[in-house]
């Protein structure tokens, strides 16, 4: 009834952190992640997750952001 379906996939993993260079033990810490699932010569579907943490945010604002995002991505032409 079903057919075997098969992805092809790519993984994205990046971590960055950052110190203050004035002395107060600040620092940003920025965390990507990623796949994209080849779902035919020309589709392909994208999933990630990004997070940003500021151990000392400016006065009002959140210390960490993390977004979720999915996309899809079409190839035109020849490969």
């Known amino acids: 009834m079903f057919g075997k379906l098969g992805f092809e996939a ?12 004035s002395g107060d033990k600040a620092f940003l810490a920025k ?3 990623g796949q994209s699932m080849a ?17 000392r ?6 210390s960490n952001d ?3 995002f999915t996309g ?5 032409g020849a490969n």
């Open 57 to 62: 945010p400016p006065q009002g604002t959140k």
């Open 31 to 33: 965390f990507n992640a």
């Open 10 to 21: 790519d993984k994205l993993v990046d971590l960055n952190l950052r110190t203050g260079l």
């Open 66 to 68: 993390v977004g979720l």
């Open 39 to 55: 779902m035919s010569g020309t589709l392909s579907l994208n999933v990630g997750l990004t997070d940003a943490y500021n151990n």
């Open 72 to 76: 899809l991505d079409v190839k035109f």
